[in-house]
Nanobody, 124 residues
Framework: QVQLVESGGGLVQAGGSLRLSCAAS????????MGWFRQAHGKERELVVG????????YVADFVKGRFTISRDNVKNTVYLQMNSLKPEDTAVYYC?????????????????WGQGTQVTVSS
């Protein structure tokens, strides 16, 4: 059983930056593809960025391309989401998730483990 704990959310002004962290425990971190999802109020959960097991398969959603990046440290069992040039429409609860698959998948139903989420609020 893998446990995921996110941190780093908060309130930031538009144009600012935040870095979210997701610490994993209870499993072999390097054997999971990892994704960062977000869910805004009243909207569907959507994949923002993801990275495959080996780090060679990376996905970045068009709506954050050039602003957000994912990275993972398989020694620290942690995955990061660096968010720059934040916009009010980035306001959401952000979740990290782990999939037993090798590659990043878009559908949140294919992820086996989830963190509790961390709120990101971007003010205009």
């Amino acid at each position: 059983q893998v446990q995921l704990v996110e941190s780093g959310g908060g309130l930031v002004q538009a144009g600012g930056s935040l870095r979210l962290s997701c610490a994993a425990s209870g499993g072999t971190f390097s054997s999971y593809a990892m994704g960062w999802f977000r869910q805004a109020h009243g909207k569907e959960r959507e994949l923002v960025v993801g990275e495959g097991r080996s780090g060679g398969n990376t996905y970045v959603a068009d709506f954050v391309k050039g602003r957000f990046t994912i990275s993972r440290d398989n020694v620290k069992n942690t995955v990061y989401l660096q968010m720059n040039s934040l916009k009010p429409e980035d306001t959401a609860v952000y979740y990290c998730a782990a999939s037993r698959g090798r590659y990043v998948v878009m559908d949140h139903r294919n992820y086996n483990y989830w963190g509790q989420g961390t709120q990101v609020t971007v003010s205009s």
